[in-house]
């Protein structure tokens, strides 16, 4: 079913406050209206300007480490710059409500829990760690001279920011907790992410198969919407926000 981006049917609000675990999935598309862009925005979109194989895998950095480098610390800056938008701060006044919440984002921008958010899943790591691209020690501090790429103190090798590239596994703990919280998810949240990339992509129908309701939030229709029981086309800021107080209140 399709709803009006800011009239929620009482089913979705009665199930939603009766829920006792709840899910939500974010992507980049959350992060939107805080200034920093997404993946595949047709205008805009980092991979409408970028080539993720040279940026985004190991391979990349092999070839060009200076230039993977130099990609992430720009990503970062931009990053520092950013602050929660009101769909993060609604997500905190959600966990607030809901007795099992479970945050879980493909972001690396650490934006939900400078929000507040308490129970996050990392799947694609964080940008403001870095580790080292052989021996795997993270590193908490670093010099960057900007001529070459920082290396690890214990080693020697050189350092890479802690996120999933194109090829790699996930943490796995993380993918394991983001399982199984799908699975016992009542009520699960698809928010601002196109959900073409997996393992995170197959969340929503992990839910949805064990019985949840499937909610979107999204600019666009995504390959999800058709499964989706209620979807919402618009903006996370407006139309969150919204939906937290239909359901709770002030
Ligand atoms: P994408 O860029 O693929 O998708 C962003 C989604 O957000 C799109 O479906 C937009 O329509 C939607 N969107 C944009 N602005 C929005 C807004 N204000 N409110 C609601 N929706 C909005 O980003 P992701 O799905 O996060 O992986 O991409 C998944 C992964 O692909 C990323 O984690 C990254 C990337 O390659 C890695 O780096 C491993």
């Known amino acids: 079913m399709m709803a009006n981006a800011l009239e929620f049917p009482e089913a979705l609000l009665l199930k939603l406050r009766s829920a006792a675990r709840v899910v939500v999935l974010t992507g980049a598309g959350i992060s939107q209206e805080s200034g920093l862009r997404t993946f595949r925005d047709p205008q805009n979109g980092l991979w409408r300007q970028y080539r993720p194989e040279e940026l985004a895998s190991l391979e990349g950095f092999r070839r060009n480490p200076k230039q993977v480098w130099d990609w ?89 920011p802690d996120v999933v590239w194109f090829g790699e596994s996930l943490p796995a703990a993380a993918l394991q907790a983001a399982v199984e919280a799908a699975r016992q998810a009542q009520v699960f949240f698809s928010i601002g992410t196109s959900g073409i990339v997996q393992p995170a992509a197959s969340l929503p129908y992990a839910a949805k198969n064990r019985g949840a309701l499937l909610i979107e939030i999204n600019l666009e229709t995504t390959p999800l919407t058709p499964r989706a029981d209620f979807a919402f086309h618009g903006k996370a800021g407006e139309i969150l926000p919204a939906l937290v107080r239909a359901s709770w209140g002030e």
């Not at 870095?130 to 214990?154: F, I, K, Q, T």
Request: glycine fraction near 8%; charged fraction near 25%; hydrophobic fraction near 35%.
């Open 72 to 160: 992430y610390a720009y990503r970062r800056e931009a990053v520092k710059g950013a602050r929660p938008n009101p769909a993060h701060y609604a997500l905190v006044e959600m966990e607030r409500h809901v007795p099992y919440f479970t945050l879980i984002t493909q972001n690396v921008d650490g934006l939900h829990q400078m929000a507040g958010s308490r129970n996050v899943i990392e799947l694609h790591g964080n940008i403001q760690r870095v580790r080292c691209s052989v021996c795997g020690e993270s590193a908490l501090d670093w010099e960057d001279d900007g001529l070459e790429v920082p290396r690890c103190e214990r080693c020697g090798g050189l350092l890479r």
